[in-house]
């Protein structure tokens, strides 16, 4: 199970660019997540590392191999799609072994396989069925299932889990990130959902226009982000942004704005010196508020109570905010609370490249 | 009349005149040729003048030893012929279900043959076939081989008819074939290469299956067409030589007007006209299944 490499790739459709120049490189048996908004091109590398997709520039690599022209079978792979793609006149059962039927795998064996996954996918009620006898979520569940029998060395998955309700995709995520850790296979892994980037994801890539804005652990991510994008995909609640300048009074450096004085830590005053008394964008993560007198006090516009934590809405100066707290006892709309913010905790950003300081 | 009976009524009113015309232009010739069957009638006599011999035609027609070869060969025609142009025509829409440049010209170059008159292509087969000057002949000469007698020995000229239609008719399969895999579901066909099937494969265990149903209807109109060929042959070898290619509806048409025995013509008219009634029945047969099939699957589908 070799690692992946994106060299310089790049498609055109006609005149339309979609992707211009990626790089990525994924190390033997990562987790590789991309996620991004709608049309960024998610779809479009990953048909494009499966081979459904010409490649109109560049290189890609599974170790040393370039299989940048490749048929698809050639390339060992597994894929889950974003439509489920199931062949509408062959049973469950069928769709899910006729690769293995392909390879002429022995009949005992392919049947074993596919009721093994079939159990775990919480399918084997429904073996005898044709695709179009199941509802969205059990098809998607057969097109996992249709990847998952087979032994490839890379398994790519477009929004796999995107049909599935709350429940089952808790249940299904955490099937896929066991088996992740069992066999540790490539695997891509296309997502909305920023849940699953995260808890399932080696690394994470998140792109936008066609464009990688970051690549890294998930942690990386979300401490760290490179960009104001990125910081704003990544999280959830979102990341609160407030426009901001910095201003130095009495040796201490700190963020002021509409309503609010932030000082940061005097490790970070040698580095930002350069945009003294320039506006910066403020990214305060929801969670990064604590309650404690001497904060900025802010009304409650609206509380959001979901058991352990509460959302509040809130606002500083004119600006909205959302705030994440531990309650006990919910936090009723209309008070009025203070809150403090941690210098370290908040993220600075170039208002016009919207690079992190 | 109450009022929801006369709404009851409303759509037979305005279905009526249609079923008058219809039952006027299609049921009153067919009673008109069913009548026509039991009667012993020359063309030089009025209907109402015939003599009625009930079954007679019939009896005579199934111990006639030409209408059954005749029968025979048009089986035979219509199997061959089918079967050719299914496999023909099936093939190269396989073969050119793909977006290169210039394809379309080629696909409407491929379904031209469809549009011209029967009459026109049995004459420019006939011309070609043509002993010393036709094409096929000229090039054998030309190229030192012998010459092959394409209309006037009865085996040469059988196969001439059905390489005829063959070119006529596989362009129908093949347009409605063609049809037919551009609305497949590709994603399931790239499912099946990443799957590791081969071009092959790709179409034996995906394509063709997903096609069926496309492809026995058009398969059943073809047959039921072949039934009826008459033109083309007409021109070509007027059934002969000897009865090697003169099929059901030539003979009827020698019936009526060489040999002028309409009731026996009529009578054969009948069973020609029962064989497609059952070929008909089977494509509704077929379109009634897929339909409540189509319809459980709905059902289904909702009820998930
Ligand atoms: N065949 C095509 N011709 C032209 N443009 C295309 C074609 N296929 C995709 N695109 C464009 O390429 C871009 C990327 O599409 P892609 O399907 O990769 O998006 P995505 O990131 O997967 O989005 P989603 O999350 O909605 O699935 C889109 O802007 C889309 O409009
Ligand atoms: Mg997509």
Known sequence: MPEIRLQNLRKDYGAVTVIENLNLEMAEGEFTVLVGPSGCGKSTTLRMIAGLESVTGGEILIGDRDVSRLEPKERDLAMVFQDYALYPHMNVAKNMSFALRLARMNKADIEKRVKDVAATLDLTAYLDRKPAELSGGQRQRVAMGRALVRDAGTFLFDEPLSNLDAKLRGQMRAELALMSQRIKKNMIYVTHDQVEAMTLGDKIVVMKFGEIMQAGTPEELYRSPANKFVAGFIGSPTMNFLDAELREEGGVLSATGDGFSIPLPEARKAQLQAHRDRQVHLGIRPSSFSEGSGGIAMPIILSEYIGAQSVLISEIGRQRVAIEVNTVVPIKSGETREFTVQGDEVHLFDPKTEAAL | ?304
């Open chain 2, 1 to 304: 009349m109450s009022v929801a009976r006369a709404a009851r009524l409303t759509p037979y009113m305005f279905l009526a005149p249609a079923a008058l015309v219809l039952a006027v232009a299609l049921f009153y010739p067919i009673c008109y040729m069913i009548y026509a069957s039991f009667l012993d009638w020359n063309p030089s006599q009025r209907i109402g003048e015939a003599e009625f011999v009930g079954l007679r035609n019939y009896i005579k027609l199934f111990g006639d030893p030409n209408f059954r070869e005749s029968l025979w060969v048009t089986l035979k025609f219509a199997g061959i012929v089918v079967t050719l142009e299914m496999f023909i025509g099936v093939g190269l829409a396989l073969l050119l279900d793909r977006n290169i440049r210039g394809m379309s010209v080629l696909r409407t170059l491929f379904i031209l043959p469809m549009m011209i008159a029967p009459i026109v292509v049995g004459l420019m087969w006939r011309y070609m076939y043509h002993p010393t000057v036709g094409i096929f002949n000229k090039t054998l000469t030309n190229l030192g081989f012998d010459t092959i007698p394409w209309l006037s020995d009865g085996n040469w000229a059988f196969a001439s008819v059905i390489i005829a239609d063959v070119w006529q008719w596989t362009p129908f399969i093949f347009i409605l074939s063609l049809a037919a895999l551009q609305s497949l579901p590709s994603s399931a066909i790239e499912a099946s290469k990443i799957d590791g099937a081969t071009g092959w494969q790709q179409i034996i265990y995906i394509k063709l299956p997903l096609m069926l149903p496309v492809l026995i209807v058009t398969l059943l109109l073809r047959l039921i067409d072949s039934f009826k060929v008459l033109e083309v042959i007409l021109v070509m070898t007027n059934g002969g030589p000897g009865l090697s290619t003169e099929i059901l509806s030539l003979r009827i048409n020698r019936t009526a007007s060489e040999f002028r025995e309409l009731g026996e013509a009529a009578a054969m008219s009948n069973l020609l006209l029962i064989v497609l009634l059952i070929l008909t029945f089977a494509m509704f047969i077929y379109n009634k299944a897929q339909d409540a099939r189509a319809a459980r699957l709905r059902a289904v589908e909702e009820e998930a």
